[in-house]
C-alpha cells in the first residue's frame, strides 16, 4: 500500500541546533515533493518544493534533500529559534501526472530556548 | 488580496443534519482543492476544481459527500446527512497552476463537530 511516514510524531531540540526532519516514502513516485509548516489552528502554509531530478534545495535557514534511492526528504533547519516551533508536513505528487497531492502526518517540532 | 477565506471557522450540528462548508479561493487562482485532516488520517485531499469543473472527487469519502463550484470566486462542500465521524478540520486551498509545481495556499480551515 501507498504511504508517506514522517519519521516522528514530535521532535524536541535546544534553540541554535539544527533541525532535521524525515520524510519516507513507499509505492509512489513523486514528481514533486513538498514541504509546509502547520501551526496550531491554522491551514498548512507552503515552504520549500523539490523536483524529482533535484538533489537539494535551499531557502534562507532551510534546506530540503531528495533521494529518489532511499526514497526518503530530509527537511533541515538550521540555527533553529523558538518562533520555527510548527508542526512540518511534507507531500508529494506522483508520476501520474494528478494534481493530488498526498500529505505525511507530520512531525511536531518544538524548539526549547 | 486576503488569502483564501473560509466559512464559518467553527460549526458544531447534530448527526443527522446538513452541513455546508464555504470557500472564497485567492483570485485568479485557477485551482480549488477541499481537505479533510484528523488525527487518524492526516491530511487527504477530498476533490479538486479546475476553472470551476470537478476533476477530481475520488476522495470524497461517500454519497453523503457533495462540492460544488458554481463560479470562480466560490466553492460550498456539503455533508448531509452528517454524522459523528464527519468531524474534522475541513480546508480549502487553491492555486495558479495545479498541486505540482505550484504552491497551494490553504484556507484557516472549518473546524467541524457532529454530536
Known amino acids: 500500500s501507498q504511504k508517506i511516514e514522517q519519521n516522528s510524531e514530535a521532535l524536541n531540540i535546544q534553540e541554535g541546533k539544527t533541525a532535521t526532519l524525515t520524510c519516507n516514502y513507499t509505492n509512489y513516485s513523486p514528481a514533486y515533493l513538498q514541504w509546509y509548516r502547520q501551526d496550531p489552528g491554522r491551514g498548512p502554509v507552503f515552504l520549500l518544493l523539490?523536483?524529482?531530478?533535484?538533489k537539494e534545495k535551499r531557502k534562507e535557514r532551510l534546506k530540503v534533500t531528495f533521494d529518489t534511492t532511499l526514497k526518503q526528504s530530509l527537511f533541515h533547519i538550521t540555527a533553529s529559534q523558538p518562533a520555527d516551533s510548527a508542526t512540518y508536513l511534507c507531500?508529494?505528487?506522483?508520476?501520474?501526472?494528478?494534481?493530488?497531492?498526498?500529505f505525511g502526518t507530520g512531525t511536531r517540532l518544538t524548539v526549547i530556548p | 488580496d486576503a488569502g483564501v477565506i473560509q466559512s464559518p471557522r467553527h460549526e458544531v450540528t447534530e448527526m443527522g443534519q446538513e452541513v455546508t462548508l464555504r470557500c472564497k479561493p485567492i483570485?485568479?487562482?485557477?485551482?480549488l482543492f477541499w481537505y479533510r485532516q484528523t488525527m487518524m488520517r492526516g491530511l487527504e485531499l477530498l476533490i479538486y476544481f479546475n476553472n470551476n469543473v470537478p476533476i477530481d472527487d475520488s476522495g470524497m469519502p461517500e454519497d453523503r459527500f457533495s462540492a460544488k463550484m458554481p463560479n470562480a470566486s466560490f466553492s460550498t462542500l456539503k455533508i448531509q446527512p452528517s454524522e459523528p465521524r464527519d468531524s474534522a478540520v475541513y480546508f480549502c486551498?487553491?492555486?495558479?497552476?495545479?498541486?505540482?509545481?505550484?504552491?497551494?495556499?490553504f484556507g484557516p480551515g472549518t473546524r467541524l463537530t457532529v454530536l
Open positions: 486551498a487553491s492555486s495558479s497552476y495545479g498541486a505540482g509545481t505550484d504552491t497551494q495556499y
Open positions: 523539490i523536483r524529482e531530478n533535484e
Open positions: 483570485s485568479g487562482h485557477d485551482y
Open positions: 507531500a508529494l505528487v506522483d508520476q501520474t501526472g494528478a494534481n493530488n497531492l498526498f
